[in-house]
């Protein structure tokens, strides 16, 4: 959800998590892959991925990109 769509920041529940400066998430499917969400900077450490069951990762500490679940939220910066 974007921060423009939250209407009461006073009622997110405590502990909520904010991704700022990036645009996502894009959700990794079978037909979808981390390369073809992010092309090139998929591997960067810039590219942070929501794996499921895991939580955020940087692109440069995954070591196997065909082993992501789908469901795999890739986030990319805004900037760069």
């Known amino acids: 959800m974007r921060g423009c769509a939250i ?3 006073d009622d997110l ?3 909520t998590r904010l991704v700022v400066g990036y645009k996502g998430p894009f959700i990794i499917t079978k037909d979808k892959t981390a390369y073809g969400i992010a092309g090139a900077k998929f591997k960067d450490p810039g590219t942070v991925y929501h794996i499921p069951g895991r939580g955020p990762v940087q692109g440069n ?3 196997d990109f065909k082993d992501l ?3 795999t939220g890739v986030y990319l910066p805004i900037a760069g």
């Open 7 to 9: 209407s009461d920041w």
């Open 13 to 15: 529940p405590s502990g």
């Open 61 to 63: 500490r995954i070591p």
């Open 69 to 71: 679940p789908n469901g």
